[in-house]
């Protein structure tokens, strides 16, 4: 049985706010209960995290930002007003990145079929000069280029985050070689993802963009994948899957406005690792801001790696919805065969 590799670290913990706020070291210890609670069929292979270097790092980020971000060490203060950093902040950012480089090393190397890093800072908003919405480096930015430079020729990424991974899309949005794929709740911060962000230049086409308004079930999101991501994944057939995992989704999340259960995640998870084949899946921990919710969806996205597709809400996808779907597709069918 296809091993699990996860990905964790004590000072991912040390990153915490002076005052109250979402992105809490208590999210961690969630997602640590959720793989003790997994029901799987091999034991996860617990890996220490390692420091991201600065080569890994400036691939996508500037050399200046990685400068800059290491003297906030030992301080307090914000970058923007949703974006703290503490006294270890700096630290535990390097090495969150770093946790999401060796995932990809432990996924590309063959030692795992699939793999986890349960990171803090999340990543995805992070832009090449600057942290933004709780995020300081790219996370799964970095893993993707790290495999890049390790000689895989293509990468997916798919964000079921809640929110529209700016950053990740920016870090790419001329490179073919890395398939960035968003589901999101639109207009939403940060104001990105619109279905007609498509990529730039040579990177036409493999930036795909899936807009929701708030509301959107179980039922839409698995429509979403029948009729778009998943024709995609199969056309683009990677040699590596990173999934930005974020449970912001979730209805019970108190940040956004989705009506996902966990059997949601456990759908998505599932459907992709079909679609791709034998390809080995990276999950990189992002939001997730109701603990019980984190929890939940993430137990049944490890689950889904295994096949553990949970039965979803076969609610009707209403008007509205469908015509976001069809707004989708419709981009995204410029560039590949869909339907």
Known sequence: MHELAVIDDPLFMEH???AAHPERPERLAAARQALERATLPVRPRV???????DEELTRVHGEDYVVELGRTAGSSGYWDEDTYFSAASAAA???AAGAAALLGDELVSGRARFGAALVRPPGHHARPDTAMGFCLFNNVAVAAATARAQGVSRVMIVDFDVHHGNGTQEMFYDDPSVLYVSLHQYPF???TGAASDRGRGEGLGYTVNVPLSAGAHDGVYEAAFERIVEPIAAQYAPGLLLLSA???AHARDPLAQ???TEQAYAMMVSRLVAAVGTVPVGLVLEGGYDLEGLASSLQRSVEGLYGALQPVEHATVGPRHEAELARAAAAAGQHWKLG
């Open 16 to 18: 915490r706010a002076e």
């Open 246 to 248: 974020g449970f912001d």
């Open 258 to 260: 989705m009506n996902l």
């Open 47 to 53: 890996l220490a995290a390692r420091d991201a270097s």
């Open 189 to 191: 911060y940060p104001g």
């Open 93 to 95: 950012a390097r090495r």
